[in-house]
């Protein structure tokens, strides 16, 4: 009687083929591997290596079969095969780093993470052993780069002189450096794993509270602390003071930390209020200076206007002659005399009243080239005495100004004034007027005289500036000219320009804006 036996030659061919296509995808991971993988017999022989292994240890495949790791690497065989030996005793997997120069590259440290285990055998003992080593030298890198970078940041922190203060979360404080030490008077042992709430005043810990919250949900990685980028802190003995705040955040692993850097502004906000202040000061002192001027008008110019008066009368011999030559040579210098310090106190008593804001305007429409004539011929003496040139240009179509007359004719004369005294013997003076580009007039006072060195001309135009200040200064006045004529342009909404060359001359333009040109809205 015969049985067939295909069938279990069948299966077993099967498996035979199973287990080759086993080994055949085993053997090609353990090729393929990115990590070292290695396999020791009991003797500590190599029976198997990858080529990564290989490669860490600076030798071929074939060089490892068969041989001890004191044959290939003496200098660490000594720790190495004793861990092995326990390993074999224990049947306890071992894991270690390495820290040791690659032999294929021993000018660079490298770092290594070791997993060594038995291998055992059908009846449970230990037959070998194997590894699976990692190369974890960028891992240890970044780790020293950290650390590295948190001390130094932890010493910055130390020594900042602004208070620092980190907190999780909760708002419950992590790091409070030397610098909120000393801005809040608490040690960082009192503060550490507090609520922030404990450095603000009450009636703002809610608000403060709801911003970080709201920061905390936000994209923005900084911010300040509050809209008005000012708060205030609490000190331990709970003193408020002022202070500037941002808040920033940091994401480490799951955690996210609050980074607060704060700076007491107690003495800038304490000198900013004191200078407010003296400012406040100043300006009621300039205003109390300018109202006591102003209304000194009547008192100052009385008793001139008698003087003048009584003087005129007597040049003139109102009632009969003087008598002797030299009272009458006295009443012409009393004449003059007054008539200059009366201007000199109507300048002044002016630009009192300007800067007092007492000065009103009483417009009416002005016919521009009849003021102008009324003013040279004002001053027609005076220019005919020095043997000055007098150019009247008023334009092809001088317009009509809406302005206060008597300020215009002010400042014209001011100006044709300072022409005459500035100019020598036989120079020029010329008035011209234009409607410029832009629609507004302006009106020109050019001399021949001994002009404005640029960087001097500001300080001609400021308040009682004049550019010879020395006692014997050769021409009288106040200083107030210039000024005054920028004032009463300005309050006409317009403006004073000054061209000048040093021993050339000057050109002062006064400027009225469009809309005071009658048609010219």
Not at 109 to 122: A, C, D, E, Q, T
Not at 270 to 282: F, G, P
Not at 328 to 351: C, K, P, Q, T
Not at 374 to 391: F, N, P, Y
Request: with cysteine; glycine share 8%.
């Amino acid at each position: 009687m015969f049985r067939s036996v295909s069938a279990p030659i069948f299966a077993y061919v099967q498996a035979e083929d199973k287990l080759r296509v086993s080994e055949a995808r085993l053997e090609a991971f353990f090729d393929a591997a990115p990590a070292g993988l290695a396999i020791w017999d009991n003797q500590l022989r190599f029976e198997k290596v990858n080529d990564t292994l290989a490669q860490i240890n600076g030798k071929s495949v074939e060089e490892h079969l068969g041989k001890r790791l004191t044959d290939l690497l003496p200098e660490m065989s000594p720790e190495f095969e004793e861990m092995f030996r326990n390993i074999l005793k224990t049947g306890e997997i071992n894991v270690t780093e390495v820290d040791t120069p690659a032999p294929a590259e021993p000018e660079v440290m490298r770092h290594w993470l070791s997993s060594n285990f038995p291998i055992v055998g059908k009846n449970g003992s230990p037959e070998g052993l194997g590894a699976v080593v990692f190369e974890i030298t960028d891992q240890k890198r970044a780790e020293a780069n950290a650390r590295e970078s948190e001390a130094n940041l932890s010493k910055m922190m130390a020594v900042a002189p602004d208070a620092i203060v980190a907190m999780d979360q909760d708002q419950r404080i992590r790091v409070f450096n030397q610098g909120a030490e000393k801005v809040f008077g608490y040690s960082s042992s009192e503060v550490m794993g507090e609520p922030l709430d404990i450095l603000l005043p009450e009636r703002y810990r809610g608000h403060h509270s709801r911003h970080i919250e709201n920061f905390l949900a936000a994209t923005d990685d900084s911010r300040l602390m509050s809209e008005r980028s000012e708060i205030f802190g609490l000190k331990k003995d709970g003193t408020e003071f002022p202070a500037e705040a941002s808040i920033s955040k940091l994401e480490i692993g799951d955690e996210t930390i609050l980074t607060v850097m704060l700076h007491d502004v107690s003495e800038r906000r304490q000198a900013e209020i004191e200078l407010v202040a003296a400012k406040e000061r100043a300006e009621y002192a300039d205003r109390a200076k300018s109202e006591f001027l102003a209304n000194m008008s009547h008192e100052l110019r009385t008793p001139l206007n008698a003087i003048i008066g009584f003087s005129e009368m007597m040049t003139s011999h109102t009632f009969g002659p003087i008598g002797d030559p030299h009272y009458e040579e006295y009443s012409n210098n009393i004449f003059a005399s007054g008539e200059h310090l009366l201007s000199l106190i109507n300048d002044i008593l002016d630009i009192s009243k300007i800067e007092a804001g007492r000065t009103e305007l009483n417009e009416s429409e002005l016919d521009v080239a009849k003021l102008i004539q009324d003013c040279l011929t004002l001053v027609q003496a005076r220019t005919q005495e020095a043997k000055q040139s007098v150019r009247n240009n008023p334009g092809n179509a001088p317009p009509m100004l809406k302005a206060d007359e008597r300020l215009v004719k002010q400042m014209l004369i001011n100006l044709l004034s300072n022409a005459n005294k500035f100019t020598k013997s036989g120079g020029e003076i010329a008035i011209e007027c234009k409607l410029a580009e832009n629609g507004r007039y302006e009106i020109s006072v050019i001399d021949t005289g001994i002009g404005i060195a640029p960087p001097d001309i500001q300080k001609a135009m400021s308040t009682f500036g004049q550019v010879e200040s020395s006692l014997d200064r050769r021409f009288e006045g106040s200083g107030l000219g210039l000024p005054l004529v920028k004032s009463l342009s300005e309050l006409h909404g317009g403006g004073l320009k000054i061209e000048s060359e040093f021993g050339v001359g000057t050109k002062a333009t006064i400027w009225f804006p469009k809309e005071r040109v009658v048609g010219g809205e």
